[in-house]
């Protein structure tokens, strides 16, 4: 799995422990619903640490707790 799909997946996870849709992110998180739509398409490869960053805001929590779970300490490195 790529880092951009566990993204991804813990934004889903996160949302639906809230009982939240995507709309309700982007307003929670100040951003528009096409950028929070844009993150959640796998098509696009990029999401920059401050859109990332937002998303935590909206959703009250802090960056440690989005990436604190066992998919992200298992990534493998990008460089070879």
């Given at each position: 799995?790529?880092?951009?799909?566990?993204?991804?997946?813990?934004?889903?996870?996160?949302?639906?422990?809230?009982?939240?849709?995507?709309?309700?992110?982007?307003?929670?998180?100040?951003?528009?619903?096409?950028?929070?739509?844009?993150?959640?398409?796998?098509?696009?490869?990029?999401?920059s640490?401050?859109?990332?960053?937002?998303?935590?805001?909206?959703?009250?929590?802090?960056?440690?707790?989005?990436?604190?779970?066992?998919?992200f300490?298992?990534?493998?490195?990008?460089?070879?």
């Amino acid at each position: 799995m790529s880092v951009k799909d566990i993204v991804v997946k813990r934004f889903q996870e996160l949302c639906s422990e809230r009982g939240i849709n995507t709309n309700e992110l982007a307003t929670r998180s100040g951003v528009t619903p096409s950028t929070a739509y844009s993150m959640m398409d796998k098509t696009r490869r990029d999401i920059s640490i401050v859109t990332i960053k937002k998303f935590c805001d909206g959703l009250e929590i802090t960056l440690g707790e989005f990436f604190t779970t066992p998919e992200f300490d298992s990534l493998e490195q990008e460089i070879e």
